[in-house]
């Protein structure tokens, strides 16, 4: 069984600052004599932590975020961002564009996992990159990105070919073998989860380095049907922050 890691000087000061960036986008919405009411602290204290001037401590800081994730509804402010066409394509151009919602969901990605010790996040080229990119960030580990292409120069790849659902075509992603070891503990991330065959690329991709599956993070998910290839995925290792209805064409 494996120890629950606790959490480092820099883990801690990390959490901390992530708290009082949330407080400071919350003033944007609620007022001073708001957040004391919602948060159940004083207003003087919240304006010192807003100011830069103040931290919450570790513990206190665990709390309020707690308090303050809760006031937001993130599957909603997700959802709302997601635009279907007449044709009932997918737009995530005001999602996956928009920066603060990356933090923000970057963020929930470390509160998930941040007791996992993730060596590496693992994203599929070209979509999930920008989420990808703030979670690795946010996290302080490299990026690794399967392409469906070989880059010049890089002699050895783990690759994984599957062929989607209702197409007669194979597509193949490529890891660089260097980029994934034995000791590395892998997060996967990606921005839309709809069919699942690029989700258990990145899995087999995984296994096939040795390294271990630390969870899969996914921004948006349509319909539950993805899920069907990663049974062998614990549920606790999945982490969805917004799901729509199977009823758009992608």
């Keep these: 069984m494996r120890v629950m890691k606790q959490p480092n000087r820099?883990?801690?000061?990390?959490?901390?600052?992530?708290?009082?960036?949330?407080?400071?986008?919350?003033?944007?919405?609620?007022?001073y004599r708001e957040l004391s009411r919602k948060l159940n602290m004083s207003e003087t204290v919240l304006?010192?932590?807003?100011?830069?001037?103040l931290l919450p401590g570790y513990v206190l800081a665990k709390k309020l975020l707690l308090?303050?994730?809760?006031?937001h509804d993130l599957s909603l402010l997700i959802r709302s961002r997601v635009r279907i066409d007449e044709g009932g394509y997918l737009d995530l151009t005001n999602l996956i564009g928009d920066p603060?919602?990356?933090?923000?969901?970057?963020e929930e990605a470390y509160i998930s996992y941040s007791n996992d010790e993730v060596t590496k996040v693992l994203t599929a080229a070209a979509n999930g990159i920008p989420l990808a990119?703030?979670?690795?960030?946010?996290?302080?580990?490299?990026?690794?990105?399967?392409?469906?292409?070989?880059?010049?120069?890089?002699k050895e790849f783990i690759e994984e070919a599957y062929i989607p659902r209702g197409s007669p075509i194979q597509e193949t992603y490529y890891v660089p073998k260097r980029a994934l070891t034995k000791d590395d503990r892998v997060l996967i991330v990606d921005d839309l989860a709809r069919s699942g065959y690029t989700l258990r690329a990145l899995v087999n991709i995984i296994r096939k380095a040795g390294?271990?599956?630390?969870?899969?993070f996914i921004l948006l998910a349509i319909g539950n049907r993805w899920y069907r290839t990663l049974k062998d995925v614990k549920p606790g290792k999945i982490k969805v922050l917004a799901v729509l209805n199977d009823q758009s064409k992608g």
């Design 67 to 71: 308090s303050m994730r809760e006031m």
């Design 133 to 154: 990119t703030m979670v690795a960030y946010v996290f302080g580990v490299p990026l690794v990105i399967a392409k469906r292409t070989k880059d010049v120069g890089v």
């Design 10 to 31: 820099m883990e801690k000061v990390k959490m901390q600052l992530m708290v009082v960036e949330r407080l400071r986008a919350l003033k944007k919405l609620y007022s």
């Design 211 to 216: 390294s271990e599956l630390v969870g899969i």
């Design 47 to 53: 304006c010192r932590y807003v100011r830069g001037s």
């Design 100 to 106: 603060y919602m990356l933090k923000i969901a970057a």
